[in-house]
């Protein structure tokens, strides 16, 4: 246990937070030379000033000194008697293609990260924090889903498994090889997930099993599963051994989240790709995940004036609280944002906090939305929320939600972005060049077509730029370019500095942050 805190009647933490990235990006040219359009010359190379945060003794208290069963009741106070925010046709029909929001034509020639791999929906090593991991070696980790590039690209997804890169430049990226010893992961493949460092070297692979192992028909089934392993790193590389068996942690209900059994055909239901999140207010630590509203679409309606139909979407954002030492036992919580009669699919949700700010992310693609809203379905594209504490109200970013989308003549080139702590955004490089080809079309076309046409590399990285609930593309970096960038959360091997002049009391200096911080979010957010 750290020993900060114990000295002193107060503590006020004061660090950097996403400066971090400052050197790494002023020496990485912008791709090909290209002038980005918006972004502020002043500011050069998608460096972020630094920002600072402070945090009350209390609060480092309940972060660094956190024990997930002692404190089980007081992280589970927050979410009782709660409504899942929620995502509204009227909100999503304000979303809209703006410079701020659209990213560049992706063409050949780009580097590819793998000779024989297509990789998408990738993640890097975080620590429990949730900050970009830095190995012994200097190597960055990061993990995507793969598959043989002999396999169509429209067909990965039946045999998809987690494969792991690492670097020392976030820019260079190593093929490590599968993760997990051949035949010992759960379903029959394995889709997204996050990976998370403890502090005692120990590494937690949260990932989606999908349809069961040796099925002998492709089911899709999805279910939440766990791995742990330790890991080696030197100056040669990296490598995951000595593995646990792997097991299925979480389970959709059918009250909170639905079942395979209840859902009903057409865009299939979702459990999957958990994000592991701890709470830099509380301490308290979640998965996030894909879901869907417990239940059958019978037992919605969408209302007046929407098509009756449009009651198959129902997608939400999930999220469960660790109950245990071990990350095997979780409590489902009730969503954290719903958009039924909306869209079916919230991919990969995750959460970044800035200037105690939550900004909630999700994938998703133009065909999950709902029909008849107006002017159409939002694109694909990576959508955003903010709120002012993580069971806060979510409101849409820029209006409608969408935060980066691709160029309307290329609308399917890149999909799953990513958002690292520090706003930067990693993507993969999905249908590209299509020239105005409809997607639904491309599976029907010759092998060669659907090869040439698909990147199954990482995307050029985006930063962006935040205020309140408003966000701008400011810069697009180099291809899969990972920065190390730290969460704004208390450090718990810092010294707690004893602030002359300041609050005389603890407690009086907890209570002037809180006010401070409620003041600030409401000037954010107007
Ligand atoms: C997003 C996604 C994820 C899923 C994976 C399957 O690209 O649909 O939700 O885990 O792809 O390949």
């Known amino acids: 246990m750290s020993g900060f805190h114990k000295d002193g009647k107060f503590c006020k933490q004061v660090f950097p937070i996403a400066g971090s990235t400052e050197n790494q990006l002023s020496k990485s040219p912008i791709l090909g030379g ?13 460096a972020q000033v630094t920002q600072f945060r402070t945090f009350s003794r209390k609060e480092v208290r309940q972060f660094c000194d956190y024990d997930p069963s002692r404190d089980f009741d007081r992280c589970l106070r927050e979410h009782q008697n709660v409504e899942p925010s929620v995502w509204t046709r009227e909100q999503a029909e304000q979303i809209r293609i703006t410079p701020d929001n659209v990213t560049n034509v992706i063409n050949e020639p780009f580097p590819r990260i793998s000779a024989d791999l297509w990789i998408w929906d990738m993640w890097p090593l975080t620590t429990r924090d949730g900050s970009i991991a830095v190995l012994p070696g200097g190597w960055r980790v990061l993990f995507a889903l793969s598959a043989p590039r002999s396999v169509l690209p429209g067909q990965r997804h039946d045999v998809a498994r987690i494969a792991y890169w690492y670097s020392r430049d976030g820019l260079d990226w190593i093929q490590g090889g599968e993760v997990f010893p051949p035949g010992t992961a759960l379903g029959s493949r394995q889709w997204a997930g996050s990976t998370m460092l403890d502090n005692d070297g120990t590494v937690y692979f949260f990932y989606t099993a999908t349809g069961r192992r040796g099925e002998t028909e492709t089911t899709f089934e999805q279910r939440i599963a766990l791995a742990s392993s330790d890991v080696f790193s030197d100056l040669n590389g990296v490598l995951f051994d000595n593995f646990s068996a792997h097991q299925i942690i979480l389970e959709p209900d059918g009250v909170l989240y639905q079942t395979q059994e209840q859902s009903s055909g057409g865009i299939i239901y979702a459990f999957r790709d958990p994000f592991f999140f701890k709470d830099p207010a509380t301490g308290c630590e979640y998965l996030l995940f894909e879901g869907n509203v417990g239940g059958t679409a019978d037992e919605i309606d969408c209302g007046p004036g929407v098509p009756p139909e449009a009651n198959q979407f129902s997608g939400n954002i999930g999220i469960a609280l660790l109950q245990n030492d071990n990350f095997t036992e979780w409590e489902l919580l009730p969503a954290l944002l719903e958009a039924t009669c909306l869209n079916q699919q919230t991919e990969r949700p995750h959460i970044v906090v800035r200037d105690g700010l939550y900004y909630l992310f999700t994938d998703s693609h133009e065909f999950t939305f709902a029909p008849g809203l107006e002017p159409g379905p939002g694109p694909d594209g990576l959508y955003g929320f903010v709120a002012d504490a993580l069971r806060g109200d979510y409101i849409p970013l820029n209006d409608g939600g969408l935060v980066i989308t691709n160029p309307p003549q290329e609308p399917f080139q890149a999909y799953s972005w990513l958002v690292l702590p520090d706003f930067t955004v990693l993507s993969f490089i999905d249908n590209f060049n299509l020239q105005g080809i409809p997607i639904q079309q491309v599976g029907t076309l010759p092998a060669e077509f659907q090869f040439a046409h698909f990147g199954g590399t990482l995307a050029p990285t985006i930063q962006l730029a935040v205020d309140g609930a408003t966000t701008q593309i400011v810069n697009e970096l180099q291809f899969g370019l990972m920065t190390v960038s730290q969460t704004e959360s208390p ?21 002037l942050d809180k006010i401070f911080k409620v003041y600030k979010n409401l000037f954010d957010l107007k």
């Open 34 to 46: 290209q002038p980005n359009r918006n972004f502020p010359s002043s500011i050069g190379g998608g």
């Open 491 to 511: 450090k718990c091997d810092l010294e707690c500095p004893v602030i002359e002049g300041g609050a005389s009391d603890g407690k009086a200096f907890d209570k």
